[in-house]
């Protein structure tokens, strides 16, 4: 099929441009958005449908020379067909270094910034950017790679609501067309373009996915896998967002009054929903605090609904734009993270073995029994034991059990792990809030931490099938705390 006639059915088909509109084309100098610029060009001379273009190109700052000649490679583009041009320079390294994020995401983020702000300014409608195909089957492996739900399986959408205020959208016209297709098009045309050199360095996952790992699935498995992982998504799409409309009554009856800026959930209630719907109410609750929902792995969503199981203490769950989950006593709050508590002195304690040590500064209690012989049940134990219950061999401890609060230089050997990891890492990378990491009570014998309470035990004191004697632990919230002596 002729490329113009299937961008134009694409477009038709999602309704992603309207007669009389006006679109900001989003282009780099690439041989995307090269061929999204012609396409929409002759496409927008055509009487019906007819939009006026604008151009609109980021020069990154990260390039040298050869982004500067990008710049100008796109600006003779726009003026050669006597469309307007719109350019920007960023800081992209500024931006990563301050908000602690990946040189690509920083791109992204001051990209789109340019875009959205250039487009309101010129009064479009639509922001069309140059993701193809490929992209698109490139786009969900990563994410299925990185771990990742329904809404993340579904892609990139061909048109997504930019600014409801404004009726502003952006909009992908080559999105179901393959990249040979566009290659094609542009030699058919001799159209020329630019060639960004750090497309092909595989140090950068994206690329080696691109370069590596797709053509080894073509070629081993099935050479048709991009269009697999495209039905993929569109499969994914159309469940979630059927799903994403049955959640809208759940929604209401499972949210309590909320304070501003805030959402509170019942916890009762959030509990009894399938995880499906579970995962839509928090998407739902992110959406109306923040316009939008940002990118949650599939851990997020998990340690999010496990904060609604049987809990022995407060937890909360570091999310996305300075907000946090917090489970308080019966209500799940989703809210920005609180300033972090004043320093709170705790000296250790002995923890009685067997018996009950109650920490009336930490508002818990451990209680701890042994169990000696052949373990009935344990394996029943482990499957529905949830975060507040531990088990350990007590004959690999190698002292008294003291119970205490991190301190600067803390590591230990997280289960599962071959090798120590500083305590500070562990709670970074298990979305632990800062203002919790200080009151987390930790287990040791000596000087070796044998349980994060309430996250982890140590691979040096696990169950194995030598165990002939097991100390559990288990920490419960003291609802009613009496004042500390």
């Not at 910034?113 to 990563?142: C, P, S, W, Y």
Request: proline share 6%; aromatic share 6%.
């Amino acid at each position: 099929m002729n490329l113009l006639k299937k961008v134009y059915l694409t477009i038709e088909g999602y309704q992603m441009i309207r007669p009389g509109e006006t679109v900001l084309c989003a282009v780099s100098g690439g041989p995307d958005s090269v061929a999204m610029f012609h396409i929409l060009r002759e496409l927008s001379e055509v009487p019906q449908p007819a939009w006026k273009l604008h151009v609109a190109h980021v020069h990154h700052g990260l390039r040298g020379a050869a982004a500067d000649e990008d710049e100008a490679f796109v600006r003779e583009l726009a003026g050669k067909a006597g469309i307007p041009f719109h350019s920007t320079r960023v800081d992209v390294r500024g931006l990563q270094k301050k908000e602690r994020i990946s040189m690509e995401e920083a791109a992204r983020k001051l990209r789109h910034e340019f875009l959205r702000k250039t487009a309101l300014q010129v009064g479009a409608q639509k922001i069309a950017l140059a993701h193809n195909m490929d992209d698109q089957a490139e786009t969900i492996l990563h994410r299925i790679l990185r771990g990742t739900g329904l809404r993340g399986l579904k892609g990139m959408a061909p048109i997504r609501l930019v600014s409801k205020r404004h009726d502003l959208f952006t909009v992908r016209p080559l999105i179901e067309t393959e990249r040979r297709e566009i290659e094609d098009f542009l030699k058919a045309r001799k159209a020329a373009y630019r060639t960004d050199l750090t497309n092909l360095d595989t140090t950068i996952t994206r690329n080696r996915i691109r370069h590596k790992l797709i053509p080894l699935m073509e070629s081993e498995f099935n050479p048709r896998v991009k269009l697999a992982l495209v039905k993929l998504g569109q499969t994914a799409a159309s469940f979630y967002l059927f799903l994403r409309e049955l959640s809208r009554d759940f929604y209401e009856n499972v949210r309590m009054l909320s304070g501003e800026g805030e959402v509170c959930l019942s916890v009762e209630e959030f509990g009894k929903l399938p995880p499906a719907i579970q995962t839509l109410i928090i998407d739902r609750s992110l959406q109306d605090l923040l316009g939008r929902v940002p990118h949650l792995n599939f851990e997020h969503y998990l340690r999010i609904i496990g904060l609604c199981g049987e809990q022995a203490f407060q937890k909360a769950v570091c999310l996305p734009r300075g907000l946090e989950a917090r489970r308080e006593g019966y209500i799940l709050k989703i809210a920005p993270s609180p300033e972090p508590p004043p320093p709170l002195r705790f000296s250790p304690r002995k923890l009685a073995v067997p018996g009950r040590t109650v920490l009336r500064k930490l508002d818990v209690q451990i209680e701890t029994e042994i169990q000696e012989g052949r373990i009935v049940g344990f394996k029943d134990f482990i499957r529905s034991k949830d975060f507040s219950e531990e088990a350990v061999d007590l004959d690999r401890l190698k002292g008294p059990l003291t119970v205490r609060l991190r301190a600067k230089g803390d590591q230990f050997v997280p289960l599962g792990s071959r090798h120590a990891v500083k305590l500070k890492k562990f709670f970074i990378d298990h979305k632990v809030p800062r203002a919790l990491r200080d009151r987390i009570p930790l287990v040791s014998d000596g000087a070796r931490i044998i349980w994060v309470v309430g996250y982890r035990i140590s691979e040096d004191v696990k169950i194995t099938e030598s165990t002939r004697r097991v100390l559990r632990m288990r920490v419960r919230r003291i609802e009613a705390p009496e004042p500390a002596s």
